[in-house]
């Protein structure tokens, strides 16, 4: 099947803009649609068309009839999901792949992944490091885990940028949300280094990947700084873990790689992440569509969200110091900015005081704001 048509949801993201970018210098038509009108990719010359949807989360059926009209309408090849909507195109699967691919797993098999108790048990079965882990259904389970003095980190089964994390035995007494509906797991607390992984696969052979720092971050959540890192101790567990798990389409890992050189992986992101914006000017899109005869890694890159590291500087500073910080700065590239597509860096602003006005209203971190109507907890 010849691929012309390409669309892109989840087009809020600052990782779907460069896809768009990848895409569309190589000849193809992009389309992006989102349930956010102030998508920041929606203001990219590299967009063909864009179109508002309703929330997968909160209007599911009727977000996936104005999908289907879509991909009709446009004569879509491919959809390629970049955020959480993921979750509910592979739960639509079928239906869609009457008309297009979707470069996705199915539900049963991406919903593992992302299921914080689920995936350590599936990297067991492969004999693959990560933390003991054990699994919270009520506040019974909560205690007789966080009982003893040990470190240990408490997280919903769903959950995503490290929000609220437990670090144990600390926070054994505040007050926690947990029901058989909101399940959580406990985990050994690992000391050490921070990466992160991801890789574009098909049918458990890896075509694009990429290892970096998860150095600095906002908070102990979602990473602002991204260079690459030769690492490989993480090249080698994904490459088991993928090829064990015959796994198609995007998946990232973060690791933690302890003071005696083992990597543990801590969770499993099975779509796009930031990874993407290290392959800057390298054909990844034949990648997604399978045409790579090898592997695509780059070697030596570095960008950042500008914005986040000066928001976040002062406690980056505290935790790396000034030169360092300083020095991460002046050494990465903007992810949003392009000489040849500037709209996108002007209208970010714009995107984040709808996100900061959401996460007032209903009373969340900005970062949660961002997946509001998008996030999928089983």
């Known amino acids: 099947m010849s691929i012309k048509r390409i669309l892109l949801t989840g087009a809020r993201a600052p990782a779907t803009l460069d896809l768009a970018r990848i895409f569309a210098k190589n000849g193809y038509e992009v389309h992006a649609a989102d349930s956010v009108a102030c998508a920041l990719t929606f203001s990219s010359k590299a967009v063909h068309s864009t179109h508002i949807v309703a929330s997968p989360k909160m209007a599911t059926a009727r977000f996936m009839e104005q999908l289907m009209d879509i991909i009709k309408r446009e004569q879509i090849d491919i959809i390629i999901p970049t955020c959480e909507e993921i979750f509910y195109l592979a739960s639509y699967k079928k239906q869609i792949e009457t008309y297009c691919q979707l470069f996705a797993e199915d539900i049963g098999r991406l919903a593992a992944l992302h299921n914080k108790h689920q995936f350590p048990l599936i990297a067991e079965q492969y004999q693959l490091p990560v933390p003991s882990t054990t699994l919270c259904q009520n506040i019974d389970d909560w205690k007789s885990a966080t009982s003893m003095m040990d470190k240990k980190i408490g997280k919903p089964v769903f959950s995503r940028f490290s929000n609220q994390l437990y670090f144990l035995p600390e926070d054994r007494e505040k007050p926690i949300d947990i029901s058989e509906q909101k399940q959580w797991v406990v985990q050994d607390y690992i000391d050490g280094e921070h990466y992160c992984s991801y890789s574009v696969a098909h049918n458990g052979r890896i075509l694009a990947h990429i290892v970096y720092q998860s150095k600095f971050r906002v908070g102990d959540g979602a990473t602002i700084h991204f260079q690459t890192i030769h690492e490989p101790s993480v090249d080698n567990w994904v490459k088991k873990f993928v090829e064990s798990y015959q796994f198609t389409g995007q998946i990232g890992f973060d690791f933690i790689k302890d003071k005696a050189g083992t990597v543990y992986a801590i969770e499993c992101n099975p779509r796009l992440t930031s990874g993407i914006h290290l392959f800057d000017r390298l054909p990844v899109h034949e990648a997604f569509l399978g045409t790579t005869t090898e592997t695509i890694t780059p070697q030596n890159s570095s960008r950042m969200l500008t914005a986040a590291m000066l928001t976040y500087a002062l ?13 991460a700065i002046a050494a990465a590239n903007d992810i949003v900015w392009d000489w040849h597509d500037p ?8 995107s984040l005081l709808y996100f900061w006005q959401l996460s007032r209203g209903q009373k ?15």
């Open 315 to 327: 406690p980056n500073i505290k935790q790396h110091g000034m030169k360092q910080t300083m020095n």
């Open 343 to 350: 709209a996108p860096f002007f209208k970010q602003m714009q």
């Open 364 to 378: 969340i971190n900005l970062t949660e704001a961002t997946t509001f109507d998008i996030s999928w907890d089983g």
